[in-house]
């Protein structure tokens, strides 16, 4: 897809405002108190796939109120104290598959922790992870963008968020990792969950988001036609008058907020044709982090982004902040 | 679409047999069971649509275990006793909608209940009943055919079935009906559960199911591309050692197995250019139906079927059977 | 389709001009006196299609130069004397279809007179009114676009829009209907001719377009490619050296002329993604309407616009005019 | 597209029976004594398009029931008499154009006279002749496979044919024109007439149809989703109640009853993978075919057919007999 | 495709500057030194196509570094001598056919040499020559767009463009044709190919290139989807590391450098909704371009151009140069 | 894609002949004697992209007629001798890209050779290697399936098989590696050549091949449109005088042909809704191939195939056979 987006030089430039709800903070904080006030219970069971390089766990928590998430736990063969870790979320569809499929990190000798995406894993890698609803909230649009979206209570990133705040703190309880140097990364719905995430952390040494998603929904719903930013369209397309209260429930959700809030270092990535997550959704939310930052900016790709070439800048990057 | 299933002869003589789990009745026994154990709770709250010959209630059942279901009761405004009612079930993906979107039946003299699909009225038409998941079965595909697929207690269906017969009794309780004149009706989706109450349910008086869906599941995921057969076989893609369980828990839902239990009269429709619920699924189902039969076969049609022709078809088959 | 056309607050100061030929008024004040130097010979004759609430006519009239034109005549069972009726237009390529396809605006007290498409209706709905073509015109991209577009005498629309203020005074001549509460209506094309219609006629007491079609084709035929206004710019695409004439023959037909000598009141509708009626069209007549206006804007709708929540807005403010 | 229609072998022996009507011969034996009532009257302009080596006629002639139909007459430059002529029709939505469109026969020795198509020529190359409908006939699918379509004599194609045969009695008229060796051909459409007129004519030395529309109505609207058979389809898809009368009248314009009534030699070219004209359809022409014939078969070509290829087997072809 | 580019008033005042190579006429002075080094042997073999108003011969001659080079020679039948010769360059994807592909130009009067296009031809048009590739240079992109384009020495253009140097050379050498009339001209590449020979041969006395290719291309690959601008992107795509890179490459390459040095007068054409050949890319070379010129713009059609209209206007347009 | 090749019972019986050239062994001993007359000349530079678990060395040997290949050499960090090998074959359009996209072999302890694909690597993973071609040899289709097809000397798949008959004996040069111990996989045009270098080498222990491409080429290009057969099938659209000549070439390159002498243990995978490499022609190869083999079959994959799921029936067959 050619450019459709806003031009190079305006992308640097771009720090859109959105309404951010005054209890922003309080949601999120009550939130966490309520899902942290049940044990988080990290278990990390031996899974024996044939390898020889890289030893594998499966892992279990318990996430949003205690509900249980699973995951992958994998650590370099060689040595196996005090890493650092990479704590890494899954693409929007995607589950955790096998652990061959997480290799990178442990074979560049971190340890790397994948959670699992609660629903999600039918669309193009298995998932193990169920997303239990009590009260079935609102009739959605398929997918899991407009799950439970009539209430910021209900809404289904409330529940994935949080997972993935547990995540880090699950990859904190291993003994094997050094606390200090949890670094989050993933690529779209990942990367989003990462920035979000590291906010509400606040305590990750680094952020890596590729391509991310959750970035500025009040743009992205209108200039791309590309799932799954579309389904929040759909949804809206059919329930008519529910469009300012869907809007106003993802004001609690968007990674605008949670950027402003992430002091870490980061390394993003975006790409100008990427209609998936438009270049200035990303660069929306990467103005507007607050601590220090890069961006790797591919002129000729799409949502695929910078793929290994992006791999090879984060270990430079990581090497850079001796993580 | 061009024909790409079988013939129009080999159509008439299509009877496939699919595996009958063995406890088929002894499952629906008891879900039913189970759900009636909960008070059906039938409530008929007028609603003002600006109609002066329709009367329109917002009405409220208890459905599956319990779960509140919503739907519509449309009257004709010239007589309200002892009428014969149609229980109409909804295509895949709309809502109840408004009563504006329901006139045809009580235009033509007849009670109409609508029910709402729980879960679903977000793609086209909007709907308003919830679906509660307790135990998020299952990561699922997105949409509804693979919502708890891997177990036959927490299969979607299961649940939508039992509310299409609780639909059927709340009908029975209004006073302006008469009980022994139930038919049940509907398009695709609708046309499925139509078929599925019928015989579940045993006393409606007939069951006008149009380019029904939900009918023999194995050959349907194989000869077409289309949704919502299609999220099947992409769940399929995926999960690719849970293929045998995903079929041996359809197997509890295939309308086959319901045709086979249907005494009542039936008229149904196909498209012979129907790539959504291909005509070999229909006849499938057709050609075990118990009861008389008829079917309206459409030569160059796709899903959409026989629309106002095929309305006109149901009238005189209603009047033929003195309803 | 995401946002392609005039930012929402640019659409709303819309107001191009186009070339208005100085013989427009004459022009039709020529053809419609033509056209009603035939009989009107307006006949209605009982259709039985088993509707118990709504009576149902087969409506026959003299449209453009005597030439017949089909309909029906829809009037609620309850009362039949001085009727508000609502005289409706059908969108492009359907007809007339069924008495049981036009239930909403009968079964809400109103008469409703529906007005079938000449040449139109094999595409979605079933017509049933031939256009006879005289000379032949000229040769015409398949469709109704370019029908006898090379001369203003022979195009297509001129005969389709006398018809329209033909079938206004066909609903006046009935003595169930009130002759002073005319309402016109439409969706698309049939938006169009409710514009056109109205402004003929001038004596109408509300008109309600829906997505209008037939507005700013200079405009249109370059930022859309969908059809039908595509169908003008395919003609021109072949017949390159026929654009200048093309246009000025369609500036006697554009709806911005006809809106700005159009004094009743009217509620517009349109949609932000409409790619079919591009929202920028649609506001250009909506801003050049001389009476009293307003307008529906759907944000996440295409051509589909607010289908039944736009029927309710309608009979609101039919309500507020006292119609 | 890959293969999707008989296998090689059974193309070769496929000889399928249609309905034919008992009156099909006094049929088109009227048709043709009506419209050779009206005089001929053939005119040849010259046009001057700069062209040295080829002379070029605007022609005109009466057609059907005497209706001005356009073409073009071009001349070898070289030699002016008793010159071999090739008629040739014209493909699908395609008009005369300039003579610059239509060098080749010309510059291979042959007159040339191309007969433009009634209607047409506003897809792909420009016509110039209108398609007078008097009565108007009923609504059509967009196109013009549909037009009139519900009566033999309203039917496009009863007046297209008849163009046709007129068109070889023009070439007859010239006096640089052997009467005695006129050939038919065309593409597409333009070869289905070139059956048509060979046998209705009686007296043309050869045809060469390529792969030519217009056989086997029947069988063609079911395999093949591609226009213009399509625009059939789809017309019955609306009125579904027409499909009976809608294939009786075609039963009257069938190649396949043309090719058994024609005697001269024909070169036939079909592909494979041709989706708008089957395979299939060709041969039960082709194997119907009365006279002594050959066919050129495309492996894995589509609608274009053999392009350059064929041009050079119909030259050989035609010198092989003598023309 | 609706409007995309720059406005019809932005378009004429298009100029933009892209970077040039400060040894661009160097480099092209040694490639041509180079392989005007090798002798042209250009030979004219008589070849049968049954053509009697047209001669047409088989051309061979020694392109690019002396590799052979076919092509096709017409010349009218009437006379022989001092002919204007039209030079031709071919379309993306063709190759040179058959003569009888070729006619226009030698019936109206002109010699007409037609180059075949090195490696390509077996798209849409067979071709006859080899595109010999000594050193392999780099993988690529399917298309020839990225063959050896890490190099301006091994890039496909360096020796397609030499190639169309020696084919005017080629003409100059026959006795038929007057060499100070020749005239270059093509479609798309074939376009771009006579504004680069043009230049390059600095003698040609008109230049007539339609919807040209190879113009701008830093803003073509960002601008459109479609091949074959689509296929640099492509490459640059997943040579992420080779952006730069390949851009400095196509410096050498690109119609805006040759457009600012061709003195010669010109007829361009251009199409408004053209995806393949940008407006804007075309405007820009027109902009440039240093003799008298021309321009037919085209309001409705896509990359097809002119067709029979914009030949019309090439032989006005010679007329006029007393050509 | 839904079933559209052989039935699952077909398929386990399908066992085509094709025509088998009677010096198809002699050519390759030819092939493979020439080739391996130049010195193989491998090379294995130690590469540094910061893994720790895993060794990587860039790979450079000499390939058909001893050109420089490139590819990867990754060895398990923890042992380093005697490793069985996994040589690896890349699919269509990819090339290496970097050691960091390859870890699954080395991460499960064997050695791992990964060849670069000469020319390709432009289309979704970079590639580094060449395809020089000396002659030229005919215009192509786009992409390297006609890439020298007129003559089985010049067709790109002879180098690309020598090739990988050349990566086998450069992995057994290494000393880490135990010579008998190697083992050839791939996916797509990597197992296709995976069962061509097994064939030819003759020696290695175990052959993987996942959907292969390059089996029975005659059938392919007749049932699929997918590309790359569809390549093929594009050539002789426009060479349509080569079909035969292109199709005796390819009888050179089929696997059916390799799979016949193919004596040692195989593993193959294919997908029942592949449309890229349908399953018919994967059968085809399977049931001719004549070592101990078994298959895994993918009910609702397409060219996907098993992905993680078929590697860990990859180890699992590896582990039965003591490698």
Known sequence: MAFYDLSREELHHFMPEIPEPPDFDQFWYETLKDTRSCPLNPRFTPADFHLTEIESYDVTFAGFMG?????????????????????????????????????????????????????????????????????????????????????????????????????????????GIDEDRIIVTGISQGGGLAIAAAALDGRVAAAMPDVPFLCHFRRATTITDMSPYKEIAEFCHTHRDREDLVFEVLDYFDNLHFAKRAGM??????????????????????????????ISTYTFNGHEGGEGYQFLEQLDFLKGLGL
Chains 1, 2, 3, 4, 5, 6 share one sequence.
Not at 84 to 102: E, L, N, S
Not at 277 to 285: G, I, K, N
């Open 265 to 294: 270092p980061a390394l993003f990535s975006t790409s100008l044709m990427d209609q998936i997550c438009p270049p200035s959704t990303v660069f929306a939310a990467y103005n507007h982090w607050k601590g220090k930052k890069q």
């Open 67 to 175: 509900q249980e998430i699973k995951g992958w736990l994998l650590l370099p063969a060689s040595r196996k104290k005090d890493l650092a870790c990479v704590v890494q979320f899954i693409g929007y569809g995607g589950g955790r598959g096998f652990p061959t499929d997480w290799l990178s990190w442990a074979a560049a000798g971190y340890a790397n922790l994948i959670m699992d995406t609660r629903g999600q894993g039918s669309k193009w890698r298995r998932g193990d992870t169920p997303d239990p609803e009590m009260q079935g909230s609102n009739p959605h649009y398929p997918g899991f963008m407009t799950r439970g979206i009539l209430s910021r209570e209900t809404y289904y990133y409330r529940r994935l968020i949080s997972d993935a705040v547990r995540a880090i703190e699950t990859a904190r309880t291993h003994d």
